[in-house]
């Protein structure tokens, strides 16, 4: 199984401002994905992070809102930008090895956004 | 459209009886089915998957799940709850890698066990 850091594990943030989430992961893996959980809510995929390139973002995610990194295979960022309270949520990092298609997907414990 | 549905916004079991949370899907083709747990501040945690085989599999903590392709249900069970096993339960449905193969989540049920 794969080890997920994710930081930071909460934060407050100013409306207008943007914050930074790091996922870090203690293996190479083939594919890391962002996802964010609205209070109460399931799980919505914002983006697969692919390496090298531009991430690749789901229908109601644009680049310029939730730009994302990942230079390796072992490391992503996503930023927030411009934040505004209907941002505040939960931010999760997932990856998944689909060299192995049969695995299951590892989360890292989130990001707790709230946004004043 | 694929779909995952928990039926059940939230479930509430005495402990030391059985419980069930429940999982429909729709997607086509066979896809691989999954169940997750979240505990309040945490990330998610897998608890069990099916690939193929044995329609009943078991996973973490007790936990066991059984697949019924007719139904195109994959309901989580386990015999006797404890107070512990209070969280979020999310069913997840991987589709065929030429749909996709993303990862989708149902809504999820909040098990709540008194004691």
């Known amino acids: 199984s794969a080890v997920i850091s994710q930081k930071p594990s909460r934060d407050i943030c100013q409306r207008g401002t943007s914050l930074t989430i790091q996922c870090q992961v203690d293996?190479?893996?083939?594919?890391m994905f962002w996802y964010r959980q609205q209070p109460g809510q399931s799980l919505t995929l914002i983006a697969t992070a692919n390496q090298g390139s531009e991430a690749t973002y789901e229908s109601g995610f644009v680049i310029d809102k939730f730009p994302i990194s990942r230079p390796n295979l072992t490391f992503s960022t996503l930023t927030v930008s411009n934040m505004s309270p209907e941002d505040s949520s939960i931010y999760l990092c997932?990856?998944?090895?689909?060299?192995?298609?049969?695995?299951?997907?590892?989360f890292g414990q989130g990001t707790r956004l709230t946004v004043v | 459209a694929q779909s995952v549905a928990q039926p059940e916004d939230q479930v509430n079991v005495a402990e030391g009886n059985p419980l069930t949370v429940k999982c429909t899907y729709s997607v086509s083709g066979n896809p691989y089915l999954f169940w997750y747990v979240q505990y309040p501040n945490r990330g998610l945690q897998f608890l069990l998957k099916?690939?193929?085989?044995?329609?009943l599999v078991k996973g973490s903590y007790g936990f066991e799940a059984e697949f019924n392709k007719s139904q195109t249900s994959f309901h989580l069970k386990k015999p006797s709850a404890l107070v512990s096993d209070s969280a979020l339960y999310f069913c997840?449905?991987?589709?065929?890698?030429?749909?996709?193969?993303?990862?989708?989540f149902g809504q999820g049920t909040e098990l709540s066990v008194k004691p």
């Open positions: 997840a449905v991987r589709p065929n890698y030429n749909q996709g193969g993303k990862l989708i």
């Open positions: 293996s190479q893996v083939t594919m």
């Open positions: 099916y690939i193929t085989g044995d329609n």
């Open positions: 997932s990856v998944e090895d689909w060299a192995r298609r049969n695995t299951e997907a590892f």
